[in-house]
């Protein structure tokens, strides 16, 4: 497999060439002890400016994961994990893999809040909807994604798991990447609301079956968006 990077494209430059050679070290390509490519090389094949360049060079450096040697340069450390950080394994993740692995979490998180919800997440609960009705009255589409990322937070906190909480709020630091390009393309699916809303009211009523129910018809809708978008 060869060692070329692709060129990015996007506003979080230096994220995403930390993510491609973080990438590159977890499938062994930059093996522990070897030199990576030169920075001039990095900026031609990543298409980004020197400074970019040297800002992940310095985030994997204090990482652990790379050591520069000042007139020789930069080597993969022959300690460094092969495993890759779960955010940057989830920025590389396909629609959907996105989608599959929120049918397994997102399902079974409902019906644990159903049953284990306090009074004080079910008021989180209604402000984040609050918050996404009144981002769609202001056309603010990042701010109705940022309280729909909230609200699906606020029912995994519910849950009374504080490990797969954690695991969720991992998760959805990237899918909110994800569905700010989405509903960029495709809209906002006001039937969410619906369901959002039925969510609620069953874990209100600590309907388990109810709440799994309907996380589960919002992830059947989340994925005729993804159709919609051609993905």
């Excluded at 049918?103 to 019906?111: K, N, Q, S, W």
């Amino acid at each position: 497999m060869p060692a070329r990077l692709s060129p990015v494209r996007s506003r979080k430059l230096c994220d995403l060439v930390i993510q491609q050679i973080q990438e590159k070290i977890s499938l062994g390509i930059f093996a522990p002890g070897t030199k990576i490519p030169t920075e001039p090389t990095l900026m031609a094949q990543l298409g980004v400016g020197r400074s970019t360049v040297r800002e992940a060079i310095r985030v994997l450096v204090s990482a652990g994961l790379l050591e520069v040697r000042q007139g020789d340069g930069t080597y993969v450390l022959s300690g460094a994990s092969g495993q890759e950080p779960l955010e940057y394994r989830l920025r590389r993740a396909t629609a959907v893999e996105i989608r599959e692995v929120r049918r397994i979490i997102e399902v079974e998180t409902a019906r644990l809040a159903a049953g284990n919800r306090t009074e004080a997440d079910l008021e989180t609960m209604r402000d984040c909807l609050a918050r996404k009705k009144a981002a769609v009255a202001a056309g603010d589409t990042h701010g109705y994604v940022a309280a729909d990322v909230a609200f699906h937070s606020a029912v995994a906190a519910a849950s009374g798991n504080s490990l797969l909480a954690d695991l969720y709020r991992s998760f959805c630091m990237v899918f909110q990447d994800f569905l700010d390009h989405l509903i960029a393309d495709v809209g906002v699916n006001r039937y969410q609301d619906h369901i959002h809303n039925g969510l609620l009211d069953a874990i209100t009523r600590q309907d388990g079956p109810e709440a799994a129910r309907f996380a589960m018809e919002g992830l059947d809708h989340f994925t005729s968006d993804i159709k919609a978008l051609g993905e």
